[in-house]
């Protein structure tokens, strides 16, 4: 059983995340999207910095058309079907939430510590989804490093850390490979 909410060590033990193209409505209402949000944003965050926002994509169609557009432009000769593929996240699961790492000027909080912060919120953002019943999913892909959607969707040094997919699934979950403990656990000294 995936995402057993039994217990937190149960929940931790055997989180898993679901492929967007498989999330199904329903999706969050808008209060547990609120709570969703809010359970993110209580994460390790040296010095309060809150170096992330979030930006709920309400109009599908339009996400598409940027998509379109910024895929057409970084590849010319792209083929209908290319095209197609590039676009379908905008229209997979009830709930797209894009999380950006908003950089905040600090003599003492250096980036990586921002960066990590806006990791820690990103993973707070798939365990809340799950909490709260749903299955979530986080995805970058071209789109998220496109300067064309970056331009679109961020605000001046913002960058797109990922998209969130949230919905019910529509397939069972299924496992993925997870590395031996042996191969990446060391002592030291």
């Known amino acids: 059983m995936f995402n057993d909410l039994s217990s937190v060590a149960a929940y931790l033990k055997t989180r898993r ?11 969050p209402d808008r209060a547990q999207l609120d709570l969703i949000l809010q359970t993110a944003m209580r994460t ?13 994509v309400t109009d599908r169609s339009a996400f598409a058309d940027l998509l379109n557009k910024a895929f057409c432009a970084a590849n ?19 709930t797209l939430i ?3 790492f ?11 510590e921002q960066e990590m912060s806006v990791g820690a919120v990103g993973m707070n953002l798939l365990h809340a989804a799950h909490a709260h019943g749903f299955v979530g999913s ?26 969130f997919f949230i919905g019910t699934p529509a397939l069972g979950l299924e496992e993925r490979p997870r590395p031996v403990p042996n191969d990446i656990i060391r002592q030291w000294p």
């Open 138 to 163: 986080w995805i970058t892909g071209w789109a998220s490093y496109d300067p064309l959607v970056r331009a679109a969707i961020c605000q001046s040094e913002e960058r797109i850390a990922g998209m």
């Open 102 to 112: 908003a950089p905040q000027e600090s003599s003492k909080i250096p980036l990586c």
């Open 44 to 56: 390790p965050d040296h010095g309060k910095l809150f170096p992330w926002r979030f930006v709920e």
């Open 98 to 100: 894009i999380l950006l």
């Open 76 to 94: 010319p000769d792209a083929r209908p079907v290319q095209i197609e593929a590039a676009i379908a996240p905008a229209h997979m699961a009830p």
């Open 17 to 27: 995340s679901g492929k967007p193209r498989d999330m199904i409505a329903p999706g």
